[in-house]
């Protein structure tokens, strides 16, 4: 079955940079499309990235501004999400999700936490 | 891009069936059936309930269904249950080819 499995979020310092991973398995990385999505703590939802299954094109959130960018190694079937500039208001949880093939986020992580903190 | 509108909460008793609303724009619910929502309980990952405006995948309950008119999209929960607590949120793919998700409703069960 599909599982995705995030990692290394942590404490960063302001304008510090970043780089999560996503861990894919039970299907081809390469195949499908691919999101991050960030819930700061007792928010709600934001997305933030999506590379489609071709990972020549990537779209980002406004709020993310050039300071995000979305990548992946279809060949150890792993997602990333380089974090730059980062600021207070980037806090929070990033999930990696699977594109369910009809412009849904299909398959979620657990997620992985970032904090921005001097 | 602006989050859709969706209320802060909405309760109801065992049983009965309510309605959450979702309101978008022009540019995105109003012009795409790519709406779909989400469940999200506390500690977990958020779950897909509905995909397409209307389509539950493989494993959802029939008591959640959806549809949309216009710059509005709905999703009912019927039979309401404990374990239907939770939050829910709404999301939809825009014509900026970003994704938008609604401010998340609480779903309070009396």
């Known amino acids: 079955q599909v599982q995705l499995v995030e990692s290394g979020g942590g404490v960063v310092q302001p304008g510090g940079p970043l780089r999560l991973s996503c861990a894919a398995s039970g299907f081809t990385l390469g195949g499908s499309g691919m999101h991050w999505v960030r819930q700061a703590p007792g928010k709600g939802l934001e997305w933030v990235a999506y590379?489609?299954?071709?990972?020549?094109?990537?779209y980002y959130a406004d709020s993310v501004g050039g300071r995000f960018t979305i990548s992946r190694d279809n060949s150890i079937n792993t997602l990333y999400l380089q974090v730059d500039s980062l600021k207070a208001e980037d806090t929070g949880l990033y999930y990696c999700v699977k594109d369910g093939g009809n412009w849904e986020l299909g398959h979620w992580g657990q997620g992985t936490l970032v904090t921005v903190s001097s | 891009q602006s989050a859709l509108t969706q209320p802060a909460s909405v309760s109801g008793s065992p049983g009965q069936s309510i309605t959450i609303f979702c309101t978008g724009t022009t540019s995105d619910v109003g012009v795409y059936n790519y709406v779909s929502w989400y469940q999200q309980k506390p500690g977990k990952a958020p779950k897909l309930m509905i995909f397409?405006?209307?389509n539950r995948p493989s494993g959802v309950s029939s008591r959640f269904s959806a549809s949309k008119s216009e710059n509005t999209a709905s999703l009912t929960i019927s039979g309401l249950q404990a374990d239907d607590e939770a939050h829910y949120y709404c999301?939809?793919?825009?014509?900026?080819?970003?994704?938008?998700f609604g401010g998340g409703t609480k779903v309070t069960v009396l």
């Open positions: 590379t489609p299954y071709g990972g020549n094109i990537k």
């Open positions: 999301c939809s793919y825009t014509a900026s080819n970003t994704w938008v």
């Open positions: 397409g405006v209307r």
